[in-house]
């Protein structure tokens, strides 16, 4: 592992107080964080990232499939998914450390465009995620957005360059193709991202699979079959745990009841709702919103609102 990035990433923790949680830098969508023992599983919505451990290792299921990665391996998220991560190797004399930088999929266009040679395609669908190694660099790309987060005025003129390298590096690296997949109007991939989009901006709205599959421009059996090519799940399951996430949300951070979260995310009957909610989770609502607090506070040493706690 490249000792300078751990050594920069340890400094800024230290730098902010130390200890372990979550580490918020000013550089848009790159957090860093620390955990002294291992955590249980969470879910929620991956936007397209990367995900990188530099100590440890985690573990991240979406739809049936596992993923596990350890020390200089990233987990890269290309498409909105669902999904439930937990850290499974961790001690206080061997803390987790890892960070998330999300992706500019505009910038991946661009960088598309500008490449002389693009990757290739695979003729399947291929999952919307996958592991892969941190060569040395996309470590030094990231550890330019370290020292920039010791200097906030330096963002707005360095951070566009820094992750212009790091697409670069993805789309340049064995997994090209897999990034790039995202970036091509014409690609089953971008296609389903677009249905994706629908169900998330009408999150409380009953819809049809050709619905979809319209706005996928595909005919409902080739949608269905290559939405749960890439996301492991079907548009059905993907919208169920999208709107149980979602309600789960707004419960432990806005304060809203059970039957207020349920009627937002587009349920009827708020038994129903509970019944799902608590085989997704494995948790009724109220309980799960505690353990969520619990979780955050393990996370970030600091407490939800109080508003928070109220709800549940």
Not at 30 to 59: D, H, T
Not at 104 to 125: K, N, Q, S, T, Y
Not at 130 to 135: G, S
Not at 286 to 311: C, E, I, M
Request: net charge neutral; proline share 7%.
């Amino acid at each position: 592992m490249p000792s300078s990035l751990f050594e920069a990433v340890t400094s800024y923790m230290e730098s902010q107080g130390g200890g372990q949680g979550l580490f918020p830098t000013p550089v848009p969508g790159f957090n860093i964080i620390r955990s002294f023992q291992e955590v249980m599983p969470n879910r929620k919505i991956y936007q397209p990232s990367l995900c990188v451990v530099l100590q440890g290792a985690k573990q991240i299921l979406f739809g049936n499939e596992t993923l596990d990665y350890g020390v200089m391996e990233c987990l890269v998220v290309s498409i909105e998914l669902p999904g439930t991560g937990r850290i499974i190797k961790a001690s206080a004399d061997e803390p987790f450390v890892g960070l998330t930088v999300e992706l500019d999929v505009a910038v991946i266009r661009d960088m598309v465009e500008r490449l002389d040679e693009p990757p290739a395609l695979p003729a399947g669908g291929g999952p919307c995620a996958f592991v892969a190694q941190v060569d040395e660099p996309l470590a030094e790309c990231i550890q330019r957005l370290v020292r920039m987060s010791d200097t906030p005025k330096a963002i707005p003129i360095l951070y566009p360059s820094a992750m212009r390298d790091i697409c670069y590096w993805l789309l340049s690296g064995p997994h090209g193709a897999d990034i790039c997949k995202l970036s091509l109007p014409a690609s089953n991939t971008e296609r389903v991202a677009r249905a994706i989009h629908l169900l998330r901006d009408n999150i409380a709205q009953p819809m049809r699979i050709e619905q979809l599959a319209e706005a996928a421009h595909m005919s409902p059996s080739s949608f269905h079959q290559h939405f749960k090519a890439l996301t492991s799940m079907t548009p059905l399951q993907y919208q169920k745990q999208l709107r149980l996430l979602e309600a789960r949300r707004l419960m432990v951070t806005s304060a809203a009841s059970v039957a207020d979260a349920s009627y937002k995310v587009g349920y009827e009957s708020a038994s129903q709702f509970s019944r799902e909610y608590s085989r997704m989770f494995g948790v009724a609502p109220k309980r799960d919103v505690l353990n969520q607090h619990r979780l955050y506070r393990t996370l970030t040493g600091r407490d939800l609102p109080a508003a928070s706690v109220r709800s549940a």
